[in-house]
T-cell receptor
Framework: GAVVSQHPSRVICKSGTSVKIECRSL??????MFWYRQFPKKSLMLMAT?????????EQGVEKDKFLINHASLTLSTLTVTSAHPEDSSFYIC????????????FGPGTRLTVT | SQQGEEDPQALSIQEGENATMNCSYK?????LQWYRQNSGRGLVHLIL?????REKHSGRLRVTLDTSKKSSSLLITASRAADTASYFC???????FGKGTRLHILP
């Protein structure tokens, strides 16, 4: 199957700082990328959907000014957690889908964010 | 609200036995996908079944889909220790996951 990478895999930052997480589709063009966060032993929560070249669509309750998403190219989307707080500590996962809306989504390995 | 809900929440079986997990969803779908997640890791795509399909096989995996009941099942045959993981179902076009089934294979 297709490969999606995330970088970094693990990051520790101090409260008040910003952290950028990259999501790349390595062998296909991802017209749509999704960002999720997951709490321990919980389901994934969809945060936002981004289409290349347009603004991301955020789910209800997700602060767009706090979680900045940029989908600048067909192979790269970034999630920036601004002014991070300890409650932002979580496992963040991206997924990517090619041009077919009915097609498969491929998930990245996730990024473990710890805010101290 | 979550689109998919897995059942049971947890399942422990002996190695070699078959494991069956179920998923129910709420609205109409284009397809349904099953994923596996090992502890603290990302999701691995297992199988996709389209809304016009009723059954699909992939190796030791068998997935069924009943759109009239808005439900799907995942069967893992001849389970192995390496199958220990959490299993999630997700639906398109907007993939929303349930809480997953935590499968534990006993040696």
């Amino acid at each position: 199957g297709a490969v999606v990478s995330q970088h970094p895999s693990r990051v520790i930052c101090k409260s008040g700082t910003s952290v950028k997480i990259e999501c790349r589709s390595l062998d296909f063009q991802a017209t749509t990328m999704f960002w999720y966060r997951q709490f321990p032993k919980k389901s994934l929560m969809l945060m936002a959907t981004s289409n290349e070249g347009s603004k991301a669509t955020y789910e209800q309750g997700v602060e767009k000014d706090k979680f900045l998403i940029n989908h600048a190219s067909l192979t790269l989307s970034t999630l920036t957690v601004t002014s991070a707080h300890p409650e932002d500590s979580s496992f963040y996962i991206c997924s990517a889908r090619g041009g077919e809306a009915r097609g498969e989504q491929y998930f990245g390995p996730g990024t473990r964010l710890t805010v101290t | 609200s979550q689109q998919g809900e897995e059942d049971p929440q947890a399942l422990s079986i002996q190695e070699g036995e078959n494991a069956t997990m179920n998923c129910s969803y709420k609205t109409s779908i284009n397809n349904l996908q099953w994923y596996r997640q090992n502890s603290g890791r990302g999701l691995v795509h297992l199988i996709l079944i389209r809304s016009n399909e009723r059954e699909k096989h992939s190796g030791r995996l068998r997935v069924t889909l009943d759109t009239s009941k808005k439900s799907s099942s995942l069967l893992i045959t001849a389970s192995r220790a390496a199958d220990t993981a959490s299993y999630f179902c997700a639906t398109n076009p907007k993939i929303i996951f349930g809480k997953g089934t935590r499968l534990h294979i006993l040696p």
